[in-house]
């Protein structure tokens, strides 16, 4: 098969992509990926030289550049994991939001049926299902939970969603839709929680928790995601959405601790900031239907996780120092300066 990956030299999607080159000895990957700030060729270094990858500098928005692309490779399936990601950069500037999530989907969705895509494939987010609240434990986001947004970034990953299941139901066609909650692991971009925090901490420096460090995530090791994105866009329902993660609940504070432990750091390093607009408090996912279905689990327990990605992180310093040299520094500087 051949199979476009949107968003490839990202974090996820760049995870994706050996898994589906070590998984799938039979089908031919073609990244398209535009190189926003959060993309990372380094990460492809090792795709770059099989001969069954291709990478396609390209915007998902831009129809042409989508058109020639599909036009040449004839795709069977398209997974979309190109989008703007980061929260706090969707709070300070939403358009590119909506120009890449919406727009950008919407794009990809209307090439897929002139070509005929056997399967459109659109990773979305558990944040489409907006918060639980930190007192009911016993609640969790299933794919009945309503969709009520809380940031530009997860009201933009909603409408793509939506999208796409308005083309399921109106036009017929194959798409599937994945909800997972919070990725981490190797490559991944050092603005997001952990790997942000990792940096800092090898560096001595502040690590910055929003409010009192008390929301709570899912984590879920990327192995895992790519794991399941690839179950449901085989195998999943086509017009159907499914949740991925579970079982691996942590407060950002106990997050942060751990890094502090495993990196023999001292919790002095720890340094409460004003906290995010619209916080999200509590992000916990109901498996059961992947699970029923696919048998799909977790199957990477936080502990080992964290470890294995503090290690890839300390081995890796170059490739996140170059980062935290360039443009990101500046980034840094507007975002958390007045906190
Ligand atoms: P990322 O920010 O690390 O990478 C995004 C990639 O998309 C980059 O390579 C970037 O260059 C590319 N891109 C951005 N705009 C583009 C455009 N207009 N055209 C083509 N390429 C473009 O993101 P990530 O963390 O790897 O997330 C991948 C997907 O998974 C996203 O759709 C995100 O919403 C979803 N997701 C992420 C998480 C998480 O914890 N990271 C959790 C659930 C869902
Ligand atoms: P993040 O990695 O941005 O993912 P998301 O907001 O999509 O869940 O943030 C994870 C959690 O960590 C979230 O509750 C916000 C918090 N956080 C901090 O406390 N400090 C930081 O500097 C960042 C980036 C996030």
Not at 40 to 59: N, Q, T, Y
Request: charged content about 25%.
């Amino acid at each position: 098969m051949n199979i476009v990956v949107t968003g490839g030299a990202g974090f996820i999607g760049s995870n994706f992509v050996y898994y589906l080159l070590a998984h799938h000895p039979e089908d031919r990957v073609i990244c398209l990926d535009k190189l926003t700030y959060a993309a990372s060729m380094e990460a492809l270094d090792d795709a770059m030289r099989d001969e069954r990858f291709r990478f396609v500098r390209g915007d998902i928005a831009d129809t042409d550049a989508v058109e020639r692309l599909f036009a040449e490779e004839k795709p069977d399936i398209v997974v979309n994991f190109a989008a703007e990601t980061h929260v706090d950069r969707s709070i300070d500037d939403p358009g590119v939001f909506v120009r890449t999530n919406i727009m950008g989907t919407q794009t990809l969705l209307d090439a897929c049926r002139k070509h005929g895509v056997r399967r459109f494939h659109q990773v979305s987010t558990d944040e489409v299902y907006g918060d639980l609240p930190l007192d009911r434990p016993d609640l969790f986001f299933t794919e009945e939970t309503p969709l009520h947004t809380s940031s530009p970034y997860s009201a933009s990953k909603a409408g793509a969603d939506l999208l796409a299941l308005a083309y399921a139901r109106t036009f017929g066609l194959p798409v599937s839709i994945t909800r997972c909650s919070n990725n981490y692991g190797p490559y991944q971009f050092p603005e997001k929680l952990i790997p942000l925090m990792i940096s800092r901490a090898l560096a001595d420096e502040s690590m910055p928790v929003y409010g009192k460090g008390e929301n709570v995530r899912d984590w879920l090791y990327v192995e895992d995601h790519c794991a399941a994105v690839d179950a449901v866009m085989r195998m999943g329902r086509p017009g159907e959405v499914y949740n991925v993660g579970g079982h691996n609940e942590r407060t950002n504070l106990s997050v942060v601790r751990t890094i502090l432990q495993e990196l023999r750091k001292p919790e002095s390093l720890i340094a409460f900031v004003t906290d995010r607009p619209g916080h999200d408090r509590r992000y916990a996912i109901d498996p059961a239907k992947i699970s029923a279905e696919l048998g799909w689990l977790p199957a990477t327990p936080f502990e080992e996780g964290i470890r294995r990605t503090i290690r890839w992180y300390v081995d890796n310093r170059g490739w996140w120092s170059r980062i935290l040299s360039g443009d990101y520094r500046a980034y840094y500087e507007k975002m958390y300066a007045h906190r």
